[in-house]
């Protein structure tokens, strides 16, 4: 898809406008993931400013909804195709789109999931971290 994705620099600021503001974010709903990967990715982007990594972000969707939450390239080094998922257990359901596009990649890249599990583990060549490790690791 061509259209822009938007991060305001608080995720406050895009509840406030959506008039959910004082709703509760309860984990394992779509509003907690939602917030959830909204904040990592400014985390990257804060990071990305902060150290003047002079990376560049950028999401993909296709005409079918597959979707990759954060692409991440890195000067001299391989593209981080990244799903970001707020479960505390990350198994192999959540790797199908990263699977497809890492194949089809026209450049080296790595996919990761980036989540709340605390188990950092690889399945089927898919980097599975905790988002607070991932943000060490790659910035």
Sequence with gaps: RT?????????????????????ELVP????FGNA????????????NEYKKLD????????KDNAE?????????ETDLLVEIKSTR?????????????QKDWD???EAQVWSLDSAEKNIDGVACLHWQTALQRYF
């Design 28 to 31: 394992q709903t779509f509003a």
């Design 68 to 76: 990759i939450d954060l692409i991440i390239q890195r000067p001299g």
């Design 89 to 101: 257990f990350v198994t192999g359901e959540h790797l199908s789109p990263l699977r497809h596009f």
């Design 36 to 47: 959830f990967e909204h904040w990592v990715i400014l985390e990257c982007f804060r990071f």
């Design 3 to 23: 259209a822009p994705k938007f991060y305001f620099f608080d995720s406050g600021v895009t509840r406030a406008l959506a008039g959910t503001l004082r709703v």
């Design 107 to 109: 450049r080296p890249c």
């Design 55 to 62: 990376y560049k972000f950028s999401y993909l969707m296709t």
